[in-house]
C-alpha cells in the first residue's frame, strides 16, 4: 500500500523533470504544460473523492487493485503520448489511477493507528515523498531523464504492484490488512458530509493543508524546474537536484512535525513550520540566490510546508466519528484541486512571456505566496482540543 503511494509522488516529480523534453517535441507552451499538470491533479482529485468514499463500503483490495492497473495504462500513455491531447489523456489516466492511493494510506493509518494518527500520518507522507526525491537525486541517471524509459520502469512497477496488493492486502476485521472496519450506508455518508461542510475547523484543517500542500505541489511537480533552467539558467541536471531539496526537507519536516505533535499538540508546529514555509517563499521571492542558497532555502521551505498533514489531524479531532469517516476524501479534494489550479493559472500567467525573466519569476512566485499566508494565518485557529465524538 505505502509503495503504490510512493509510486504516485515518482510519477508526479518523474513529470517535472520530464516536462521540458515533452515541451521541445510536442512544441508545447507554458500554458499547455500548466494544463497538463493541472490535469493529472484535477483527475486525482475527483478520483479521490468518489473512491475514498466508496472505501467506506467495498473492501481495499480489490478497489486499489484495479486502480493500480489503470495507473500504469496512464503511465505507458506517457511513453506513448505523441500529441497534446494524448500526454492530456495519459495524465488524466493516471490521476484516476492514483486517486485511491493518498486516501487509502489515511484510511489504513486511521483504522490501525487511530491515536497515533498525526505521526503515522507525517510519517507515510514523508516516506513517499522521499521516494520523489530519489527521483531528483538521481535525474542524471539515463532511466530517470529519458521519459520513455522512466514510465515504462514506472508501468511495470505498477503492474507488479497491481498483482501484490490483491494477494497479499488482508482484511482490517481478522487484523491482517486493510478493509472498511464498518461499511456506512448512504445516508450516513450523505450526512457526514454535510456535518464536514457545515464545520468551521473542517474548513480551517483544509484551508491550512491546502495553502501549504498545493504550494508545494505545484511548485515541486512542475514550475520549480522551469524556473531554474529558464531564469536561472540551470543545467536540467542540476535543475532536477535543486528541485529535490523541498522534497527532502518536506521528508524531514513532515516526520519532525508529526513527532512534535504528537508529543506537545497540534498548535505549536503547525504555527511554526508554516511560518519558516512563509519566510522562505519570500526569501525566494525578493533577491537572486545562489545556488549554495538556493538549496538551503528550498530545503527549508519543503521542511516548513512539511506540517501540511496537521490540517488533516486537526479535523479529525474536531469532528465526530460519522463525519471523520469521510472527511478525508473530502478534505484531500479540495486540497489537490487546489494544487491543479494553482499550476494552471501559473501557467496561463507565465504564457505570454517568450523568455521568462527573473520579474515574470517573481510575478508567478506571488501566486505560490498568497496560499503559504493564508495558511499561517489559520494555523492560530489550531489546536488540539477534541469535542466529545458521538456515535455514527
Known sequence: MQ???????????????????WATRLDLSTAELGLVGGAYFYAYSLSQFVLGLLLTRIPLRPLISCTAVVAAIGAWGMVTAGSLMALLWARVLLGIGFGVAFVGVVHVIGAIYPKRFPLMLNVSQSAANGAGALVGLFSFLPVVHTPSLLFSVCTVILLILAVLMFLLLGDLN??????????????AITAGLRECLASLSFWVGTLYFLGLFSCFLALEDLWNIRFQIDVFAHKPNLAATINAMPVIGLAIGGVISGLWAERSGLERPARWFSALALLMMMLLLSARLSEGVAFVVLFLLGFGLGAAPIGLSFVRQQLSKRASAVVSPLLLTFVFMGAGALMSLVGRELSGDAVLSFSAYQDAMTAFIVPVAIAVALALLISSSSPTRTRA
Open 3 to 21: 509503495a503504490f503511494f510512493c509510486m504516485n509522488l515518482v510519477c508526479v516529480v518523474g513529470y517535472a523533470i520530464a516536462a521540458g523534453d
Open 174 to 187: 481478522d487484523g491482517a490488512g486493510p478493509a472498511p472496519a464498518q461499511r456506512l450506508e448512504w445516508h
